[in-house]
Every structure is written in structure tokens, then in C-alpha cells.
T-cell receptor, first 114, second 114 residues
């Protein structure tokens, strides 16, 4: 069964510092991979996605993620964090086409120090 | 371009009652899915609708049912509410393209069962 692991429950970074959120997936083939962000009491906003092709994908708000098949990872990065980036971040995987059975990690809560 | 819209945003129900949540997909999308997000957890897939039929279902009991209308809007019904059904219910939509689907989420409906 496909699964997603986000090893870090909570991360604190200083404003302006770089950020990397880890995501590992378990799935027999190349899945479709996503990162979403959720502010308190809000829905999920799509940051970026990987379907195929270039393994480094760019998203909104200055985020990027790199798909590494050998490590079954899809880590999210940002070179300089802003206070408004404080939120919960979810990595998710979908198997195959036209499949909205999206499996989520438990999430990583990001705190940004001034 | 309207995104995924859900109603109501908040509601309180009594144990044993029934609830209906509504969702309008993003303009141009034909596939709707529902997720349950308990406090402090990642979303869990309930089911997916396409062409007015339930196409996939997660590990949820029959108390959870749904419907999709010809205009692609959807409803989630939960019967015989339990305290454990208290959660944020998220609707997501996508367009079936034959390739990877980009899945967009609404802001959710907060259900409290007392």
C-alpha cells in the first residue's frame, strides 16, 4: 500500500533562513507527488506537484521540490523563509491517473522566528 | 475563476443526527472527492465521484454516502453521527485529462458533533 512519511512533526526556522521539509513515500512505481500548505482553520493550498519529467519542480511562493527516485523522496525547499510561511505542510501521493485517493503524510508544522 | 466552494463552513450536530455537506467544484472540473481531516492529522480519503457515480472509496463505513449532480456539484451525507465524526471535511476537485490530475481543495466544512 502506498504511504507517505513526513519525519519532522515540527520545525522552527528564523525568518530569512533556508528551509527543507522532508517527505518519503512508499509505492511500487513512480507516483504523482504533491505538496500542500494549510494555514490554521483553512483548506489546503497546492504549492507544487510532480507528475513526470524534470525532477526539480517550481511552485508558488518561492517553493521548490526535488523528486529523487533512488531515495523515494520529494523534499520541499525554500531559500529564504518569510514569517507568512508559518503553517502546516502536507506531502501527498496519488497512484495513477484519474485517481483522487490521495494519501497524505501527517504534516509538518512550520514556525518562523522573527 | 471560482475555486472549490463548500457550504456550510461550520455546523454543530447532535449525536445520532444526519448531516449534508455541499461542494461546487472548480470551474471546468468534473471529478469531486471528499476527505475527512481530524484535528492534528492529515486528510483521509472518503470517496470520489465522476460522471455521477462513486468511483473509489476509502475505508469509511456506509454511514458516509455521497452524490454528484449533472453540473458536477456534490454532496456528502453522514448518517447516525458519532462524536468521532467531528472533523474538517474537505472537498477536492480535478479534471479528468488522461494524465496526472491536479487536485484542488476547498476551505472545508467544520463539523462538530456533540
Amino acid at each position: 500500500a502506498q504511504s507517505v512519511t513526513q519525519p519532522d512533526i515540527h520545525i522552527t526556522v528564523s525568518e530569512g533562513a533556508s528551509l527543507e521539509l522532508r517527505c518519503n513515500y512508499s509505492y511500487g512505481a513512480t507516483p504523482y507527488l504533491f505538496w500542500y500548505v494549510q494555514s490554521p482553520g483553512q483548506g489546503l493550498q497546492l504549492l507544487l506537484k510532480y507528475f513526470s519529467g524534470d525532477t526539480l519542480v517550481q511552485g508558488i511562493k518561492g517553493f521548490e521540490a526535488e523528486f529523487k527516485r533512488s531515495q523515494s523522496s520529494f523534499n520541499l525547499r525554500k531559500p529564504s523563509v518569510h514569517w507568512s510561511d508559518a503553517a502546516e505542510y502536507f506531502c501527498a501521493v496519488v497512484k495513477g491517473h484519474h485517481n483522487n485517493d490521495m494519501r497524505f503524510g501527517a504534516g509538518t508544522r512550520l514556525t518562523v522566528k522573527p | 475563476d471560482a475555486g472549490v466552494t463548500q457550504s456550510p463552513t461550520h455546523l454543530i450536530k447532535t449525536r445520532g443526527q444526519q448531516v449534508t455537506l455541499r461542494c461546487s467544484p472548480k470551474s471546468g472540473h468534473d471529478t469531486v472527492s471528499w476527505y475527512q481531516q481530524a484535528l492534528g492529522q492529515g486528510p483521509q480519503f472518503i470517496f470520489q465521484y465522476y460522471e455521477e457515480e462513486e468511483r473509489q472509496r476509502g475505508n469509511f463505513p456506509d454511514r458516509f454516502s455521497g452524490h454528484q449532480y449533472p453540473n458536477y456539484s456534490s454532496e456528502l451525507n453522514v448518517n447516525a453521527l458519532l462524536l468521532g465524526d467531528s472533523a474538517l471535511y474537505l472537498c477536492a476537485s480535478s479534471l479528468w485529462t488522461g494524465a496526472g490530475n491536479t487536485i484542488y481543495f476547498g476551505e472545508g466544512s467544520w463539523l462538530t458533533v456533540v
